[in-house]
């Protein structure tokens, strides 16, 4: 029996509106909503967790409802992301199962736009992806951004870098070019950006950098930088306080960790030498947050295979 892209989500109330407000303006583009979706379903893509915390963050400071929800039973491996069960005394109390929700936010100047929050699917990545494109359709949406976070050879003493993608260049034409042609594990993020740039939906996306040896922690300063981004490419109004204030926290805290070891202290020390190369060749350069140590794409590489090689030790899969 054939799976319907449609049967993995549940529309709710709350998307009544925009697909009125979609279905009023049918057959001409030029008087569509213009909604902005932005996702953080990176998965093993979101180094610190970085992404996940910058659209929990959009979330806690700014006025919201769910619209629509994912079958995440039918998509995540519970196995390799096991939920978490309440056990108390004698008894099992609670389940909290993963979600994936589709929410409808206000900005701090009462524009809407979409948020795609959850966990990334493990199953059925493009049935997935013709899901969320069929949402995108009806409800108005005309760009989609994505936040997510990579390790890189960077210190957290400099300002977060990040790197920027999207299916066409003049929708990221302020942000350079690092890079050539590398392979890389996929990424469900990965895969919605190229069927929306094969539907002729413009999407993009930025990538935080965070230092490699905080990878595995929080790192507040990587959703920080995310938001700030978020703002630049879509004109959207969101706080920052309180993403600020934990980012300096945070930075205090690395500190003192870091002084506590002479071989940590040097290799922090080294790699503050390269970026600090690399920006004074940049000088000139009035990108935000972008000026920083470029590694080679080997580098890239290695850093990829050895988080992901964390995180699949962290969490194994059940019967391999």
């Not at 493009?126 to 995108?136: G, K, P, T």
């Not at 070891?261 to 000088?283: C, I, M, P």
């Not at 140590?293 to 964390?310: K, S, W």
């Amino acid at each position: 029996m054939t799976q319907r892209p449609e049967d993995l989500v549940e529309l709710l109330p709350g998307a009544d509106r925009f697909l009125a407000r979609e279905e009023a303006v049918a057959g001409d583009p030029a008087r569509r909503q213009g909604l902005v979706l932005v996702h953080d379903v990176a998965g093993d893509f979101d180094a610190a967790s970085a992404g996940a915390m910058a659209g929990s963050h959009l979330l806690a400071g700014l006025p919201h409802e769910v619209i629509a929800r994912f079958d995440a039973d039918a998509l995540v491996d519970y196995r390799a992301h096991r939920p978490r069960i309440t056990f108390s005394g004698d008894r099992y109390e609670t389940f909290l199962a993963p979600q994936i929700q589709l929410y409808a936010v206000e900005d701090d100047a009462g524009t809407p736009f979409l948020l795609l929050h959850g966990a990334e699917p493990d199953y059925q990545w493009e049935r997935f992806v013709a899901a969320v494109i069929q949402l995108v359709e009806r409800l108005g949406v005309t760009s989609v951004l994505a936040l997510q976070a990579i390790p890189m050879p960077v210190p957290h003493t400099r300002p977060v870098t990040v790197t920027a993608h999207a299916t066409r260049r003049a929708l990221i034409a302020q942000y350079p070019v690092y890079w050539g042609e590398m392979r890389i594990p996929g990424s469900v993020a990965a895969l919605l950006e190229i069927r929306l740039g094969e539907a002729g939906v413009d999407a993009l996306g930025v990538a935080a950098h965070v230092p490699h040896y905080l990878s595995q922690a929080t790192y507040p300063a990587a959703s920080l930088t995310l938001v700030e981004h978020l703002e630049q490419l879509t004109g959207l109004h969101v706080p920052t306080e309180s993403l600020r204030e934990a980012a300096e926290a945070h930075r205090t805290e690395v500190d003192e960790q870091i002084a506590r070891s002479t071989e940590n202290t040097a290799v922090v020390a080294a790699l503050e030498q390269q970026y600090d190369a690399f920006t004074t060749a940049r000088e000139n350069s009035d990108l935000l947050s972008t000026e920083g140590a470029v590694p080679t794409a080997e580098e890239i590489g290695a850093e990829f295979e050895r988080f992901l090689a964390d995180q699949d030790r962290k969490h194994p899969r059940g019967g391999e």
